[in-house]
């Protein structure tokens, strides 16, 4: 009995914990979601300039996110219900969701060695095509506006593209920082950074946080295993435990049982051997 009671104590710790872990599975569920659909969308605006595999992890993140959301939900119902088989699957697709994740903060990892190559290629590319065609322009002006820069390296990337005046080189009006600017025609001061270095950075810090956050929540899952394995383990142990007091609660009653019938037959047979003795005294 205090076997029973210990398990009891310890199996009902370990759930409660597990129950825990899989409110906190939840929260990283959606923050995964949050996180991979935010990159993306960032990155929707910089599409013409990057490569359709670096949207990969961000799509791999909201999967994820789906997934460790419907899981944890399994996970709660299985810990409630104290279902071994249940909890046992919980583990084994949350074993599953790690490698996933481990995946997508890898590839994220893997691709930062493409970024400078590709980067320099999509955007001088569409720096040389911006005379002749509107929409490389409108790129190029988002691209400039937005992070505050010019050119690929530096403004002096726009020499030829435009016809030059007063032997000066003629820029797009998205290379004019709008503070210092008063009219198209007069641009007080240009951005001094070039577009590579700045959009590098920005996707490099997009990626470490894909990683980083892959990684964390991966940790929390590895966790979870765990408490979810134990959890498991105390379940059997308890279930064993409750079959063995059963089973020796049916042996003492049907020792019970036996040893009455006994006693019954030889109480039986004493007073059968009593009215054989009265008879003859008589």
Known sequence: MLLDNELNTGMLCIKYILVFFNFLFVITGICLILVGWSINYVYF???????????????LMIIIGVLVFLVASFGCWGAYRESTCMITIFS???????????S???SAYVLQEDIPQLLEHTITEALNESASQNSSARMMDVLQSELHCCGVNSYKDWEGIYPETNNSITLPQSCCDPRYTTSDSNCGKVYSEGCL???ETFIRESIILLAGTASTIALIQLI??????SLAKMIRMQKTERDRQRWEMREQLINSYTQGEWNIRLTDQE???YDNLAQQVK
């Open 224 to 229: 979870g295993v765990s408490f979810s394995c």
């Open 271 to 273: 007073n059968n051997g």
């Open 197 to 199: 270095p700045q959009l």
């Open 92 to 102: 084994v697709m949350l074993a599953v969701i790690f490698v996933l994740e481990l």
């Open 45 to 59: 605006e910089y599409s013409e300039f990057l490569d359709a595999h670096f949207f990969s992890p961000g799509v």
């Open 104 to 106: 997508a903060g890898v």
